[in-house]
């Protein structure tokens, strides 16, 4: 079965740090751009960030530019988003996005709160 499943969501206070995890099954993330994106409340999805299948040129959103780091780790098939010093604006599900030609697949998402 192919599937990318995200984990590591939760909920921490302003300042705080989260790393999301997005683990693929049924077929090899190394060979896939991917993207993480968020989806609050009463908004559209929209694109956080982004790193193509060599692992370079990764892109931003800039509101999360400085604070979010998007990597790969291609022998866990895994990719990650560290999100550093959080804010409540970033409360949201997060998914992540696998790309390759005329294939995409996303994930079912993980909640992020961001709160005091």
């Known amino acids: 079965q192919l599937q990318l499943v995200e984990s590591g969501g939760g909920l921490v206070q302003p300042g705080g740090s989260l790393r999301l995890s997005c683990a693929a099954s049924g077929f090899t993330l190394e060979y896939y751009a991917i993207g993480w994106f968020r989806q609050a409340p009463g908004k559209e999805r929209e694109a956080v960030s982004c790193?193509?299948?060599?692992?370079?040129?990764?892109n931003y959103a800039s509101s999360v530019k400085g604070r979010f780091t998007i990597s790969r780790d291609n022998f866990k098939n895994t990719v990650y988003l560290q999100m550093n010093s959080l804010k409540p604006e970033d409360t949201a599900v997060y998914y992540c996005?696998?790309?390759?030609?005329?294939?995409?697949?996303w994930g079912q998402g993980t909640q992020v709160t961001v709160s005091s």
């Open positions: 790193i193509n299948s060599g692992g370079r040129s990764p």
């Open positions: 996005n696998a790309q390759r030609r005329n294939e995409e697949y």
